[in-house]
T-cell receptor, first 115, second 113 residues
Framework: AQSVTQLDSQVPVFEEAPVELRCNYS??????LFWYVQYPNQGLQLLLK??????LVESINGFEAEFNKSQTSFHLRKPSVHISDTAEYFC?????????????FGRGTSLIVHP | DGGITQSPKYLFRKEGQNVTLSCEQN?????MYWYRQDPGQGLRLIYY???????QKGDIAEGYSVSREKKESFPLTVTSAQKNPTAFYLC????????????FGDGTRLSIL
């Protein structure tokens, strides 16, 4: 079985400050990892994904995440946030558990960017 | 543009009434999913379907039913047996059972009158 823990339910930060949203997972097999973003009253949008290869993955809007197998983590970082980054962020893990790749989601982290 | 369409955006249900939420995709994806989202609880899987005419229960299937008669469509019925149906419902799809991310619709918010 796989599980995801997002350690912070809310992260307040000032505009232009750096931010890190933490995600830890547990799985007994190899995994695929995803970060999604959700704006109010909308669905989730894929932010970035780790499937294999380089452990550092980047999105087009300045976010990056690093897959750390030894620490079973996939933390999301941005060096300088904007007001428009205010949203809910979900970490998800999937893998060949039980014959299916149904992803498991964390409970989400609300990023609140203050001016 | 390809995507997932959920309708209606807002839905109200009376006590004892069944309601059906629509989900249509034109991405030619094999797999489709229904999630329920409650504040602070993330996404919980209700049902999923990996192929037409087949579907599986997720973690919280009680009080819900689905059908998958067409590849493009995966409607969810919230029955009167679901005692706490007020939530935000999200439909998603993905190309197959592999390592591809999911695409989501914009959700339906269901409330009890």
């Amino acid at each position: 079985a796989q599980s995801v823990t997002q350690l912070d339910s809310q992260v307040p930060v000032f505009e232009e400050a750096p931010v890190e949203l933490r995600c830890n997972y547990s799985s007994s097999v190899s995994v695929y990892l995803f970060w999604y973003v959700q704006y109010p009253n909308q669905g989730l949008q894929l932010l970035l994904k780790y499937l294999s290869g380089s452990t550092l993955v980047e999105s087009i809007n300045g976010f990056e995440a690093e897959f750390n197998k030894s620490q079973t983590s996939f933390h999301l970082r941005k060096p300088s946030v904007h007001i428009s980054d205010t949203a809910e962020y979900f970490c998800a893990v999937s893998g060949p558990g039980g014959g299916s790749y149904i992803p498991t989601f964390g409970r989400g982290t609300s990023l609140i960017v203050h001016p | 543009d390809g995507g997932i369409t959920q309708s209606p955006k807002y839905l109200f249900r009376k006590e004892g009434q069944n309601v059906t939420l629509s989900c249509e995709q034109n991405l030619n994806h094999d797999a489709m999913y229904w999630y329920r989202q409650d504040p602070g609880q993330g996404l919980r899987l209700i049902y999923y379907s990996q192929i037409v005419n087949d579907f599986q229960k997720g973690d919280i299937a009680e009080g819900y039913s689905v059908s998958r008669e067409k590849k493009e469509s995966f409607p969810l019925t919230v029955t009167s047996a679901q005692k706490n149906p007020t939530a935000f419902y999200l439909c998603a799809s993905s190309p197959d059972r592999g390592n591809q991310p999911q695409h989501f619709g914009d959700g339906t918010r269901l409330s009890i009158l």
